[in-house]
């Protein structure tokens, strides 16, 4: 099975940075996904790693170190609409994904 | 342009009485899942379909079903709605194995017990 822990908030300004840290325990690790969900909305996809190291797209940053089971969501440029839950995922050999509660950033003016 | 549709948006059903709803894909994947979410909290998987192949959670309740007549549709069915079953449920596909697939949701059909 899988255990995923991030933080439960995270509250940062209008053009700033904010990382978001997950770490994993799992039985058969195939891959670690960021879902970014607004309130009442569905998740929708933001970044894939498989592999050690940095995948950029955009404002968007996602890490991975798979020996210390962790990974983090770096969001650059903050803007309002950023306010949202972001949702660190898990798949494994079976490809399903086990999702963490998802940490609730604010972004504030 | 829709990939994933789940109709309907919101659903308000009666402590015991079923319900069914659906999602759709136009994206010919060869999986889709049915995932339940409660406020503030992870989407948890119900089951999922590989092409037919239906495949259940231990820790799914008997109360919820499913049915895949085709690789477009699939319908979770709600036997016998309790209060705890209010939630919001997430359909979502994924590709032929191996890569980075990702898992594409819907908008989800938020239920309602009364």
């Known amino acids: 099975g899988q255990n995923i822990d991030q933080p439960t908030e995270m509250t940062a300004t209008e053009g700033a940075i904010v990382q978001i840290n997950c770490t994993y325990q799992?039985?058969?690790?195939?891959?670690l996904f960021w879902y970014q969900q607004h309130a009442g909305e569905a998740p929708t996809f933001l970044s894939y790693?498989?592999?050690?190291g940095l995948e950029e797209k955009g404002r968007f940053s996602s890490f991975l170190s798979r020996s210390k089971g962790y990974s983090y969501l770096l969001l650059k440029e903050l803007q309002m609409k950023d306010s949202a839950s972001y949702l660190c995922a898990v798949r494994d050999r079976d490809y399903k994904l086990s999702f963490g509660a998802g940490t609730t950033v604010t972004v504030r003016a | 342009d829709a990939m994933v549709i789940q109709n309907p948006r919101y659903q308000v059903t009666q402590f015991g009485k079923p319900v069914t709803l659906s999602c759709s894909q136009t994206?010919?994947?060869?999986?889709m899942y049915w995932y339940q979410q409660k406020s503030s909290q992870a989407p948890k998987l119900l089951f999922h379909y590989y092409d037919k192949d239906f495949n259940n959670e231990a820790d799914t309740p008997d109360n919820f079903q499913s049915r895949r007549p085709n690789t477009s549709f699939c319908f979770l069915d709600i036997r016998s709605p309790g209060l705890g079953d209010a939630a919001m449920y997430l359909c979502?596909?994924?590709?032929?194995?191996?890569?980075?697939?990702?898992?594409?949701f819907g908008p989800g059909t938020r239920l309602l017990v009364l």
């Open positions: 799992t039985s058969g690790f195939n891959g």
């Open positions: 994206l010919n994947h060869n999986v």
């Open positions: 790693n498989v592999l050690d």
């Open positions: 979502a596909t994924s590709g032929q194995t191996g890569g980075g697939e990702t898992q594409y």
